[in-house]
């Protein structure tokens, strides 16, 4: 399985943007760009996905390098309720299930 | 929210005794997942299931099995608990159809502790 490199932890002002970056040298052309977070005692929350272009919902926008080896997660103005565990996950599909592999994550600590 | 529940929430069960955790979902959605998390590490896959009686492994399989005999329950048994499957448990869903990709909804876990 392709893997992720994240860093273990960051931090990040109230009202200010963040940007988490993950990098995934390995990917292959039908791997799929996830993030999900944690939140703290509660299960992963879906966040965002992505092939090649940048995407956008209501939570984050997913930055995807050209070359897709790397890609960033921005949350555009960070409240208290995004300090979590965040996680870059490259999708495997099998008979159709998504294998997420999941690594340690980064860290996130939101500063008021 | 999702509607996916897992029972029991917490418990605790001696070395050697079997244990079956089970996962319920209101959703009718087709793949099912077992994940166990431990500290200081990200969710690692067990089983999953692709559809009723349709199961396979994941990365962590040994000493776990599953069942899945209707679409809203996925039963997860530990044959003979051991120390080194105290975790907290986790069950996700996610659906099928046209598009590539479907995101995965996660249980609120359940706490296991083997004594």
């Known amino acids: 399985d392709a893997k992720t490199t994240q860093p273990n932890s960051m931090e990040s002002n109230e009202e200010e943007p963040v940007h988490l970056p993950c990098n995934h040298s390995t990917i292959s052309g039908t791997d799929y760009i996830h993030w999900y977070r944690q939140l703290p005692s509660q299960g992963p929350e879906y966040v965002i996905h992505?092939?090649?272009s940048n995407v956008n919902n209501r939570m984050a926008s997913l930055a995807i390098a050209e070359d897709r080896k790397s890609s960033t997660l921005i949350l555009h103005r960070a409240t208290l309720r995004d300090a979590a565990v965040y996680y870059c996950i490259l999708t495997l599909r099998i008979q159709g299930a998504q294998k997420l592999v999941f690594g340690q994550g980064t860290r996130l600590t939101i500063n008021p | 929210d999702a509607g996916i529940t897992q029972s029991p929430r917490h418990k605790v069960t001696e070395t050697g005794t079997p244990v079956t955790l089970r996962c319920h979902q209101t959703?009718?959605?087709?793949?099912m997942y077992w994940y166990r998390q431990d500290p200081g590490h990200g969710l690692r896959l067990i089983h999953y299931?692709?559809?009723?009686?349709?199961?396979d492994k994941g990365e962590v399989s040994d000493g776990y099995s599953v069942s899945r005999s209707k679409t809203e329950d996925f039963l997860l048994t530990l044959e003979s608990a051991t120390s080194s499957q105290t975790s907290v448990y986790f069950c996700?869903?996610?659906?099928?159809?046209?598009?590539?990709?479907?995101?995965?909804?996660f249980g609120p876990g359940t706490r296991l502790t083997v004594t």
């Open positions: 992505g092939l090649t």
């Open positions: 299931s692709y559809g009723v009686k349709d199961t």
């Open positions: 959703e009718n959605h087709r793949y």
């Open positions: 996700a869903i996610s659906e099928s159809g046209r598009r590539q990709v479907y995101e995965q909804y």
